[in-house]
């Protein structure tokens, strides 16, 4: 009966331990954005973690795109040619870009950057009773290390995410133009063309939502870090992962609201 | 004055607080000493609002302190903590003026300076070391500047947890000397943790030996040694025989 019930049981306190977490995490996020709303406001800190979420994270995001949409041209060119549809490169790499790598990629990136980062500091912080200190010094941890931390990622994700469409557009025009003898101003035009302002809303949308979750994931799991060394690592490593796992699974429900409308 | 009432608080099985009485008179600098793991610190963030106890009353001058405007309640606290807690990525005048800069007791940016300048000199520190970022300093060195930061703002009620430990006699001897005299000369309420029956001594007008997650003792310095309760004179002169036991 044990060995029946053992696994049954296991799966329900997990459950139940995954739907409080959901819970914890929904509060949090609720806290995080009224204190985003609310005065007082901390725009030192909100500049600097503009900095750190936006502007240092461009030479990642840069990379990252220039690589997948070099390597994205070839795939399509190489695929493409099994039915005479080489043609189809500039168009192929501009959606694959904009409505699907550039956010993914920039998220996961955001999420490998900024999440670790954002957790290993708050960890930090609470393990030497420098959350402690904000708030005995009148200032509320939400407001003063979360809110800024959300809110920049909000607004540079989406920027980021732009800028990591036109950047891999121009990975695989460069490809395509020196490597695969594609006229350059064709492609360029075939690109433009063939653009939606809709895969446009779409890709900045899932960058705000991603930076939103990477952000909130780094500062969760840093607020609810244990104590230690160990306690930091295990908050890193948990915040890392859930905002990977979150992106994706928010990926795919974006995609398919976006495919509806 | 601020008062305990039957303070009782839990974490998961560890019963750490069991009805906590205590009574610390306005002016007055109580020391709470106790083996680690009896939860000093515990009653001490109970007080602050920073852990939430699970039944009991605390009052500052009788007035709930779970209730009421928290920032204005936080405004008349200082508190030095055990590693400093300072801010790795503000530089020292910025961690002192930490209060000054933002909220209600926000001033000028210059004048805020000053007022941290001044702070680290009154705990011994030169003007030089205001720039510095919290990691360039020593451990001695963070801790004075964990106490200009907790002087600040001038508060009425300062709260000292560990304030010598990890330091050399000397300078935990340093420590005590300018905490007695900041106190002294601010006329504050001081709530002070320790092991170190020095800093007791240097201290204290009123000591409480928590125990068994109770006040087990409490009374002026002066009587301390007198007391006659078994367990305070065994945390007193440190021995391993006694109703304390030893391996815990």
């Known amino acids: 009966m044990n060995l029946f019930l053992s696994p049954v049981a296991t799966l329900g306190r997990n459950t139940i331990a995954a739907l409080a977490m959901l819970g914890r995490v929904t509060l949090f996020m609720l806290s995080a954005f009224s204190h985003i709303l609310r005065p007082p406001f901390y725009p030192r800190e909100l500049f600097q973690a503009l900095l750190q979420v936006g502007w240092l994270s461009l030479p990642v995001v840069g990379l990252t795109a220039i690589f997948t949409g070099g390597a994205l041209a070839l795939q399509i060119y190489s695929g493409g040619a099994r039915f005479n549809a080489e043609a189809v490169v500039p168009q192929i790499v501009a959606i694959g870009m904009v409505r699907e790598l550039g956010p993914v990629l920039v998220g996961l990136m955001i999420a490998a950057r900024v999440t670790s980062s954002i957790a290993a500091e708050i960890a930090t912080m609470k393990v030497t009773e420098q959350i402690d200190a904000l708030t005995t010094l009148s200032t509320h941890p939400m407001k003063y290390l979360v809110a800024p931390r959300v809110l920049a990622a909000l607004v540079t994700v989406p920027i980021l995410v732009g800028i990591g469409d036109i950047i891999g557009i121009l990975g695989g025009y460069t490809v395509a133009v020196q490597n695969l003898g594609f006229n350059a101003a064709t492609y360029m035009q075939n690109t433009v063309n063939f653009l939606e302002a809709r895969d446009i809303i779409s890709s900045l949308v899932k960058g705000g939502v991603f930076g939103v979750i990477a952000a909130l994931m780094g500062c969760y799991y840093g607020m609810d870090s244990g104590r230690g060394a160990q306690g930091v690592g295990r908050a890193t490593k948990g915040s890392v992962q859930a905002a990977a796992v979150l992106i994706l699974a928010a990926n795919f429900v974006l995609t398919g609201v976006f495919f509806s409308i | ?248």
Request: proline residues 5%; aromatic residues 4%; contains cysteine.
């Open chain 2, 1 to 248: 004055m601020i008062e305990l009432s039957d303070v009782h608080k839990a974490f998961g099985d560890n019963h750490v607080l069991r009805g906590v009485n205590l009574s610390i008179p306005k002016g007055t600098s109580m020391v709470i000493i106790g083996g680690s793991g009896t939860g000093k610190s515990v009653a001490l963030k109970c007080i602050l609002g920073l852990i939430r106890p699970d039944s009991g009353l605390i009052t500052l001058d009788g007035k709930d302190v779970t209730k009421g405007d928290r920032d204005a309640f936080l405004a008349r606290f200082g508190m030095l903590f055990q590693g400093g807690a300072l801010f790795d990525s503000l530089p020292v005048w910025q961690n002192v003026a930490f209060r000054l800069l933002r909220g209600s007791l926000k001033r000028p940016k210059d004048e805020a300076r000053e007022i941290a300048i001044e702070k680290l000199r009154r705990v011994g520190l030169t003007p030089d070391q205001a720039d510095k970022l919290p990691a360039e300093l020593s451990g001695g060195m963070q801790k004075r500047v964990g106490l200009a930061r907790a002087i600040a703002a001038e508060p009425e009620i300062i709260f000292f947890d560990e304030p010598t430990t990890g330091l050399d006699p000397i300078m935990s001897g340093v420590i005590n000397e300018l905490i007695r005299e900041i106190v002294v000369e601010m006329g504050a309420t001081a709530m002070t943790i320790t092991h170190d029956m020095t800093s007791v001594r240097a201290i204290a007008d009123n000591v409480a030996m928590l125990h068994g997650g109770k006040i087990r003792w409490t009374g002026p310095v002066a009587e301390m040694d007198a007391s006659g309760d078994p367990y305070l004179e065994q945390f007193i002169t440190g021995s391993a025989d006694g109703p304390i036991e030893a391996v815990r």
